[in-house]
């Protein structure tokens, strides 16, 4: 196994006890064991306690690629708005179980911002790094591009969910125009 999967395992380890972080799995990570590690991480830090419906907490409920591609969309912008950084993941990729590495670095990355560790200082909104995942969202929502914007570390995770709802807002109402 690679030395990616080691640094996974010593990191997301300090911080939950399941799902059994087994390299095979980690070497090309199946949805449902990501899901399973992000629910895990979000039960034990208490972080984006607000990120997802109830029904998304369920991973039985997520089985079409459109739902996994959502799901993973939303925990990986979340993640990188809360660090202030540009992760090289794409939700297609790691459903599609290719670029292990990067997905591996991604739970790190995920692992770290649940425990405060590598959060940087809430910078100005202009600073932020922002992206559109359009190749990666599921079709019905291809239409309105998000970008990231700025929130600061400090935020809860409602403000960031109601913040992230009014972008969504002020982009359709662009879009109407």
Same mark, same amino acid.
């Given at each position: !196994?690679g030395?990616?999967?080691?640094?996974?395992? #010593?990191?997301?380890?300090?911080?939950?006890?399941?799902?059994?972080?087994?390299?095979?799995?980690l070497?090309?990570?199946?949805? #449902?064991?990501?899901h399973?590690?992000?629910?895990?991480?979000i039960? +034990? +830090?208490n972080?984006a306690t607000?990120?997802?419906?109830?029904? !998304? !907490?369920?991973?039985d409920?997520? $089985?079409d690629? &459109?739902?996994?591609l959502?799901?993973?969309?939303?925990?990986?912008?979340?993640?990188?708005?809360?660090l202030?950084?540009?992760?090289?993941?794409?939700?297609?990729?790691?459903?599609?179980?290719?670029?292990?590495?990067?997905t591996? !670095?991604?739970?790190?990355?995920?692992a770290?911002a649940?425990?405060?560790?590598? $959060?940087k200082?809430a910078?100005?909104? &202009?600073?932020?790094?922002?992206?559109?995942?359009?190749? &990666?969202k599921?079709k019905?929502? #291809?239409?309105?591009?998000?970008?990231?914007?700025s929130?600061?570390?400090?935020?809860s995770?409602?403000?960031?969910?109601r913040?992230?709802?009014?972008?969504?807002?002020?982009e359709?109402?662009?879009?109407?125009?």
């Amino acid at each position: !196994m690679g030395e990616y999967v080691d640094e996974t395992i #010593r990191v997301l380890g300090a911080v939950i006890t399941k799902p059994k972080l087994k390299p095979e799995l980690l070497a090309k990570p199946p949805f #449902r064991f990501l899901h399973d590690i992000v629910t895990n991480i979000i039960q +034990t +830090t208490n972080y984006a306690t607000d990120l997802f419906p109830e029904d !998304m !907490m369920n991973a039985d409920n997520i $089985k079409d690629k &459109d739902s996994k591609l959502a799901y993973l969309n939303k925990i990986i912008e979340y993640v990188e708005r809360d660090l202030g950084i540009k992760l090289p993941v794409k939700a297609g990729k790691i459903a599609a179980g290719q670029e292990p590495e990067n997905t591996n !670095m991604f739970l790190v990355k995920l692992a770290e911002a649940s425990t405060g560790v590598g $959060k940087k200082k809430a910078k100005k909104e &202009d600073d932020r790094p922002s992206r559109s995942r359009e190749d &990666d969202k599921p079709k019905e929502s #291809r239409s309105s591009s998000s970008k990231s914007s700025s929130s600061s570390s400090s935020s809860s995770s409602k403000d960031r969910e109601r913040e992230l709802e009014r972008e969504k807002e002020k982009e359709r109402e662009k879009e109407k125009e």
